[in-house]
């Protein structure tokens, strides 16, 4: 544990102790990744490596290979299984991205609108089927039952969460409720699966599940919150997408139940109404702000993070379960 | 035999002659599909059933079921993998469903605009995990590869498919490549999984595979041909949807081929810079008709479906065989 503690002062960032501590591991990942991307018809590669090698932090397969091997697993099954967990992740950001536009007809199609949507639905398709394809590989049916819920848990909530858009009247159980499956799913299953695929005890992967599930529930919030936040602004990070979107987020529904009636007309037309003008935005942060809505949202996120540390006392004392401890805190600490 | 013969005779439609074969299995499928796309989420069941209750006739899942029968399987996770094909299959219509409109920006959404591409392919992404749940739940790791693997292969047939748009420079090769991928892949998993799952001989799962899929070619060429038919038009159906969406498929590859400079012009308007006026997929099927491309594409259609019948050779004798062959013949006869 004294080296745990010495390498935190050493490192900024406690996602990048986490890689430290299995970095054959994420290189298997990475590998995998990279080769199962690949396609005789090039726009899949191509498409598929602008989000895998966009920096992100490959949070969701480190949770898989930490579960893993802090279950003292020797096997290389973990790693498929994370690369499946990430294919997962970017097939869900792919489908994401899709405009909608119902109101457009179909019929004529221009040369210059043929790459598109249908372009980052069917390369996530692809990913998807890519990821079910490593989970067979792995071999284990219990893991593959645990990410095929998951998979439909998470389209369960990306669908709830479109009737939330423009929706004052959600709640916060709703919300919570959304992000418990577009979010923190993953996180659940992707620690699971890893707990799973070296048979650990069901106290110890139900362990790991529970952390997943509040990590996951921190994290949105503070993506959330980070969405409107002043900092981020003077930083020259974007803001406001979610709120371009016109999606009720957690601080959203702070703000407006605390409201002024002045303000309460601004979400309205904003939101609801999804009528927007210049300088929107700065009004909608100072609102926010001024509510104390980030704050709350800031605070429920911390109490995801300690339920997820809470969790980690099942498990035996490890570097990775120390280091995992700090990821939560930083989680819900970061500032982008 | 002689029963087979008679039933012939007394349907109009192959397809409910093979339903009538096994009317309990397909019954159990039904009920699965609806009792899977069930959701606490209203959209996903609402959106699902519109396409699951279009009259459809549930080709892909019925090879599912006839393969497992006619190997003799008496158990019940036939009905499973046969309502995951299902779902693969509407899945992969959904997300066909989406309109490309790279030209748009993202930003403000109005109201109006939410239900649309967004839905589609979120509840495509829900019938996707309900296959896979359901696949696992089957519990043959082997027919997990073989579905996981057709998954993989439609996308990538989609995509390449988006490559073909627009461009007439396809082959007739790389056409046949695609609808092996978009279709026929399906296809023939739907009946190897059917073989596999009862442990049938190799030499059966083989024959099984080659059938669905030389089967799906001859399906697709005659969907192709039949979008081009001036008999569908006095019908009063629809056609023109691959012209209109400038799809190059095998009619307007051959038309172009062997069309006057008149009408190569002609066809680089329309399908290459997508320019459109009214009259022209009247022209089109002219041109089309006059070329004997529509007499190839069938020819070509005629061709695999003999090609499905010689796979069953290595079938034993039974009703279902005997239907089979005849689906096969109905395939590229139907005028609808």
Known sequence: MQTA???ILDRDNPIDWLHSLVPADMAAV???????IG????????LARHLVDSGGKRLRPLLTIAAARLNGYRGTA??????????????????DDVVDVSALRRGKIAANVVWGNKSSVLVGDYLFSRAFQLMVEAGDVGVLDVLANASAVIAEGEVLQLRSVNNLATTREEYLR?????????FAAAAEAGAMIGNAPREFTSAMRAFGHHLGIAFQLIDDALDYSGRQVQMGKSVGDDFREAKVTHPVIVAHER???????FWHRAIEDGVQHDGDLKRA?????????????????????RMAIAALAAVPPHEIRQALISVAEFCVSRGY
Chains 1, 2 share one sequence.
């Open 39 to 46: 396609s005789a018809v090039p726009l899949i590669p191509d």
């Open 30 to 36: 990475d590998r995998l990744v990279h080769e199962r």
């Open 178 to 186: 959304i992000i418990a499956a577009k979010t923190a799913a993953l």
């Open 285 to 305: 942060i100072a609102i926010i702000d001024e509510t104390g809505a980030l704050d709350e949202t800031r605070a429920l996120a911390h109490h995801h993070a």
């Open 78 to 95: 973990h790693a498929k299984l994370a690369a499946a967990v990430e294919f997962i992740h970017t097939a869900t950001l792919l489908h």
């Open 259 to 265: 409201a002024s009636e002045a303000a309460k007309e």
């Open 5 to 7: 503690e010495a390498r």
